[in-house]
């Protein structure tokens, strides 16, 4: 130790170039290094929100939450799950080890969720989502003298136009309502064909729904599989059978057409309730609005 310092002493020409060089790869190496405001990079965590309306935090734990937990528990490569409940609203965290592919954890875990069929019939279907380190950082406030549904429009059309923009990966719309479907019926036709409002319900709900059939698993990839029933448009909710007779005859749901004042379509004379009459319909229609 001495020795060196001795030497170091004796040759002050080498230290100083020894130090300049240090310096030198310094700046070399940092004018190399990547710079980004908001860097890139995968979080290895996905997030699952179910929401159930009027439930107790209890309730929650025992029909969301717990379910959902047992499902995960058959998935390799998880480092930790992290459940927050609240009342109407139960969340689980699912964090993996970091490494893989994000886009294969993100599949296991719907899979998982999809297999769960003792969600309560009030529950939402689940939101699943990968973490991600996106962050805000324009908002466009679009206004005007005209209705919700032209700015909504507007809107939508503005957020596309934005994706296409190199530099944008992200871009949405907020603050803006859902679009909802209204099925109204009258009191007189369901009594006419011995039904209950009920029922109908029920019928228009079962026939409105999106179910996973299994997975294809190979070598290399797992293709889950699913039937795509879920009525979306009044052009989808207009061809539900309500009622279908030995005959021809059936009822079904009339529409109005797309932003436009309620219509009804009534039936030609009051059916029976045994066998309606043919190509009968009920007096129910819908309205789009949010």
């Not at 130790?1 to 040759?11: T, V």
């Not at 409940?85 to 969340?91: L, N």
């Not at 228009?204 to 070598?219: F, K, V, Y």
Request: aromatic share 4%; net charge negative; glycine share 6%.
């Amino acid at each position: 130790m001495n020795s060196s310092i001795r030497w170091l002493a004796e040759h002050p020409i080498a230290v100083n170039l020894m130090a300049i060089l240090l310096v030198g790869l310094g700046v070399l190496t940092a004018l190399q290094l990547p710079q980004k405001t908001f860097p890139e990079f995968a979080l290895d965590v996905v997030s699952i929100s179910v929401a159930y309306p009027g439930a107790s935090a209890a309730e929650i734990q025992e029909s969301i939450v717990r379910p959902i937990e047992d499902q995960l528990s058959g998935i390799e490569g998880i480092d930790s799950v992290t459940a927050s409940i609240s009342e109407g609203r139960g969340g689980i965290s699912v964090s993996f080890v970091a490494g893989g592919d994000s886009q294969e954890k993100l599949e296991d875990v719907k899979t998982a969720v999809e297999r769960i069929t003792v969600f309560p019939e009030d529950a939402s279907d689940p939101i699943i989502l990968i973490g991600n380190n996106s962050a805000r950082v324009m908002e466009i406030v679009i206004h005007g003298d005209v209705s919700e549904q032209i700015l909504k429009v507007t809107a939508e059309r503005l957020r596309n136009e934005l994706q296409l923009l190199d530099g944008i990966s992200f871009a949405q719309v907020s603050k803006a309502r859902d679009y909802e479907i209204s099925i109204e019926i009258d009191r007189d036709t369901l009594r006419a064909f011995g039904m209950t409002l009920d029922e109908v319900a029920r019928i228009i709900a079962q026939n409105s729904l999106e179910l996973p059939g299994g997975a294809i698993e190979t070598d290399t990839i797992s293709i889950p599989i699913r039937t795509a029933g879920r009525n979306l448009t009044q052009a989808d909710f207009e061809n539900i059978v309500i009622r279908a007779g030995t005959g021809a005859g059936r009822c079904c749901c009339a529409t109005s057409p797309p932003w436009s004042t309620v219509s009804r379509t009534r039936t030609s004379r009051p059916p029976s309730t045994a066998n309606p009459p043919s190509r009968s319909t009920c007096s129910a229609w819908a309205t789009s609005r949010f």
